[in-house]
């Protein structure tokens, strides 16, 4: 199994299209799972939007599945002018009923072997919308100031899909960033979410990036994160 992160400024008529052309499992050869999104940026405040940058997140077989649906769909000719990169699953928690994730064998090995990324990705509770919103502020604020973090994306499908997409430079500034003392603003919201759900359901992935193309913003985000100087 693999994932795959595809990220595009298309234009916003561009974007309703991609909404409406959600590959569907069955239907496209080797794909297990797909969302097509809205995105928007991870910053402290309220949400905001990207109106003309559209998102693809998928889950496919193996490789050959992933480059046939890029040689041949027109889906991902519409995004081809962005950003796209191949993650290998390495740590999964929570439950994603849509997408089972599956791990390989020796993946923990390879977690501290360069750039991480991390998918959230929740089915949100609309009676507890406003609360999620507040807390997730507070550690998108945080997480946004962080110099690790290489890259991130917010990711809506509304009324109720809910992900964030970053990339870290290893997995140990991740975790920092996650579980440290000197920020406890991410595990705040876990304590808030283990205590009364935002989600009726939330998985957590972590990823090891490779076969990025295209860039993000100006740069190719897998290659700046591994030359960049490691913040200790």
Same mark, same amino acid.
């Given at each position: 199994?693999?994932?795959s992160v595809h990220i595009a400024d298309i234009g916003v008529r561009a974007v309703r299209a991609v909404l409406r052309e959600r590959p569907r499992p069955g239907e496209t050869p080797g #794909? =297990?799972? /797909? !969302?097509?999104? *809205?995105?928007g940026a991870i910053a /402290?405040?309220?949400?905001?939007v990207r109106p003309g940058r559209a998102a693809l997140l998928a889950s496919w077989d193996d490789d050959a599945a992933l480059d046939r649906f890029l040689a041949e769909d027109? #889906?991902? @000719? =519409? *995004?081809a002018g962005g950003w796209h990169v191949r993650l290998r699953p390495l740590r999964f928690s929570g439950s994603w009923g849509p997408m089972p994730v599956e791990i390989g064998p020796g993946a923990a090995e390879d977690e501290e072997?360069?750039?991480v990324a991390v998918l959230t990705l929740g089915q949100l509770r609309l009676r507890r919308a406003l609360p999620f919103l507040r807390a997730n502020s507070r550690a998108a604020g945080r $997480? $946004? /100031?962080d110099p690790a973090m290489a890259a991130s994306v917010a990711l809506a499908r509304p009324p109720r899909f809910v992900g964030?997409?970053?990339l870290w430079q290893s997995a140990s500034a991740m975790r920092r960033y996650a579980y440290g003392s000197a920020q406890p603003e991410h595990k705040e919201v876990v =304590? !808030?979410? @283990? $205590?009364k759900p935002f989600h009726h359901e939330a998985g957590f992935l972590r990823c090891r990036p490779y076969g990025a193309q295209g860039t993000l913003d100006g740069q190719e985000p897998v290659a700046a994160a591994a030359l960049a100087p490691r913040i200790p």
């Amino acid at each position: 199994m693999i994932v795959s992160v595809h990220i595009a400024d298309i234009g916003v008529r561009a974007v309703r299209a991609v909404l409406r052309e959600r590959p569907r499992p069955g239907e496209t050869p080797g #794909l =297990r799972y /797909a !969302e097509t999104t *809205l995105t928007g940026a991870i910053a /402290a405040g309220p949400p905001k939007v990207r109106p003309g940058r559209a998102a693809l997140l998928a889950s496919w077989d193996d490789d050959a599945a992933l480059d046939r649906f890029l040689a041949e769909d027109p #889906l991902p @000719q =519409r *995004l081809a002018g962005g950003w796209h990169v191949r993650l290998r699953p390495l740590r999964f928690s929570g439950s994603w009923g849509p997408m089972p994730v599956e791990i390989g064998p020796g993946a923990a090995e390879d977690e501290e072997d360069g750039p991480v990324a991390v998918l959230t990705l929740g089915q949100l509770r609309l009676r507890r919308a406003l609360p999620f919103l507040r807390a997730n502020s507070r550690a998108a604020g945080r $997480a $946004a /100031a962080d110099p690790a973090m290489a890259a991130s994306v917010a990711l809506a499908r509304p009324p109720r899909f809910v992900g964030t997409f970053s990339l870290w430079q290893s997995a140990s500034a991740m975790r920092r960033y996650a579980y440290g003392s000197a920020q406890p603003e991410h595990k705040e919201v876990v =304590r !808030e979410h @283990q $205590a009364k759900p935002f989600h009726h359901e939330a998985g957590f992935l972590r990823c090891r990036p490779y076969g990025a193309q295209g860039t993000l913003d100006g740069q190719e985000p897998v290659a700046a994160a591994a030359l960049a100087p490691r913040i200790p």
